[in-house]
Nanobody, 115 residues
Framework: QVQLVESGGGLVQPGGSLRLSCAAS????????MGWYRQAPGKQRELVAT???????ILADFVKGRFTISRDNVKNTVYLQMNSLKPEDTAVYYC?????????WGQGTQVTVSS
């Protein structure tokens, strides 16, 4: 069982920045494929960014140039740096870990972009 705890969400004005963190349990974090997803009210959950164990990253088109995903295998933590935030980025952001064929989710952290 992998436990994921997100933090860093909050209220920010358009154009602002936030950094989300996701701390994971387990001694083999470096082998996890990690990702961030988001779900806005009334919409389906969608992929924001992923980072594999080797460090390769994938970003959704709607965040390219604004968001960055990274990981620290010593701290067992994955980050999502979000810049130039827009109102349409408002959502609950979820951390995901894939370990072999198993997938784990955090509880989510709310991000609200509003003036």
């Amino acid at each position: 069982q992998v436990q994921l705890v997100e933090s860093g969400g909050g209220l920010v004005q358009p154009g602002g920045s936030l950094r989300l963190s996701c701390a994971a349990s387990g001694s083999i974090f470096r082998l996890y494929a990690m990702g961030w997803y988001r779900q806005a009210p009334g919409k389906q959950r969608e992929l924001v960014a992923t980072i594999k164990d080797g460090g390769n990253t994938i970003l959704a088109d709607f965040v390219k140039g604004r968001f960055t995903i990274s990981r620290d295998n010593v701290k067992n933590t994955v980050y999502l740096q979000m810049n130039s935030l827009k109102p349409e980025d408002t959502a609950v952001y979820y951390c995901n870990a894939n370990v072999g064929l198993r997938s784990f989710w955090g509880q989510g952290t709310q991000v609200t972009v509003s003036s």
